[in-house]
């Protein structure tokens, strides 16, 4: 196999040194190095590029991977480790105890009971961290004791680590203010979350951090918001769940029925100047039809005084949107004549 190109080291130096980068930077970057071939017309190109990337990637463990922000559905590209041993552990800068603080955070948002994926700041500050680190002393048989930097961890100490978490992007600020992961706890722990018995998307069947659920309490069907709006994109999409309960409308989401009276309006619902002189003329026409046939054979018009009767009605009709005041240049002729 050829080795890679300087192509391929400056993807891979670009996403080791920024971290993740976003489909349209990394789209960008693609481009730049390719000599302006966009991902989206040459396909192909760029799917070679990863795979070659990936394959030289495997010896050391790693794997540019694609992964999907959960709470508002930005795709990432980033280099991950796939595999979690003792010595990779070595490799990170947060002490034990910020570790396990870590892990305390991640549990209580995957099971945070709203399915929205995130916990407020003050939940996220009062997380305790002594279920999550225990180390067994073999000079005490079974009895087990928490280390001291574990049982002092203060307050402080949380905070200063809850915002290093989310300046690394291993957590983030989610769009209502509350504390989620982050976009490389998304990439990273993948496995962790499948193995971790968290719920999966009906559609993507990835784990559901931030998803929306089923009406019926009883159907644990999940569905991510940005798959769940794909999945209904289609007007003729049914949006009844398995179960047979129908999935409501997400916020923002445009109602096929309203989109396709926008898109394409019928000739009585476009506004126009001649529509109210068509509506007064056909209501006048009727009038005088009624009128003509409750006065009773002897009394009925002709035929020729009933077209002349119209022709005036239409003429009246015509002049009603000038009957509100004459216009500038009948005004100004009357001053010249005058």
């Known amino acids: 196999m050829a080795p890679l190109s300087w192509r391929h080291h400056t ?4 996403l080791l040194s920024r971290g993740p980068l976003s489909e349209r930077d990394f789209h960008a ?8 071939k966009n991902p989206a017309t040459h396909r192909q190109l760029f799917n070679d590029t990863l795979l070659k990337i990936n394959k030289e990637l495997t010896y050391l463990q790693f794997e540019l991977r694609a992964g999907i922000n959960q709470y508002d559905g930005t795709v990432y590209y980033g280099v991950v480790n796939n595999i979690a041993d003792e010595e990779s552990k070595l490799g990170s800068k947060f002490s034990v105890p910020q570790i396990a603080f870590y892990k305390g955070l991640l549990e209580a948002i995957v099971h945070e009971a709203g399915n929205d994926g995130s916990i407020t700041n003050i939940d996220a500050l009062n997380t305790r961290i002594e279920n999550q680190v225990v180390i067994a002393d073999a000079s005490q048989g079974s009895q087990s004791r928490l280390p001291t930097s574990i049982t002092n ?16 992007r291993w957590l983030s600020y989610t769009p209502t203010g509350k504390i989620g992961l982050g976009i490389r706890s998304f990439l990273d722990l993948r496995s962790w979350l499948r193995s971790n018995d968290i719920p999966s998307c009906e559609v993507c069947n990835e784990a559901c951090i931030k998803a929306s659920c089923c009406p019926n309490e009883e159907c644990n069907v999940r569905i991510h918001g940005y798959c769940l709006k794909k999945k209904f ?16 409308r997400l916020e923002g989401e445009d109602d096929g029925a309203e989109d396709e009276d926008v898109n394409e309006p019928e000739e009585d619902q476009v506004p126009s100047a001649n529509q109210h002189s068509r509506t007064r003329r056909r209501g006048v026409k009727s009038e005088l039809v009624e009128e003509n046939e409750r006065a009773g054979p002897s009394a009925r018009m002709t035929r020729r005084a009933l077209r002349s009767s119209k022709a005036e009605a239409v003429e009246a009709a015509q002049e009603v949107p000038s009957a509100a005041g004459p216009s500038q240049s009948t005004r100004a002729s009357k001053r010249r004549k005058n």
């Open 11 to 14: 993807l891979l130096q670009a």
């Open 29 to 36: 970057l693609f481009s730049a190095i390719s000599g302006g």
């Open 153 to 168: 961890f203060s307050l402080s100490q949380k905070e200063k680590t809850l915002n290093e978490l989310i300046q690394d």
């Open 233 to 248: 994109s289609q007007r003729k999409a049914s949006r009844a769940c398995g179960c047979g309960t129908e999935w409501p």
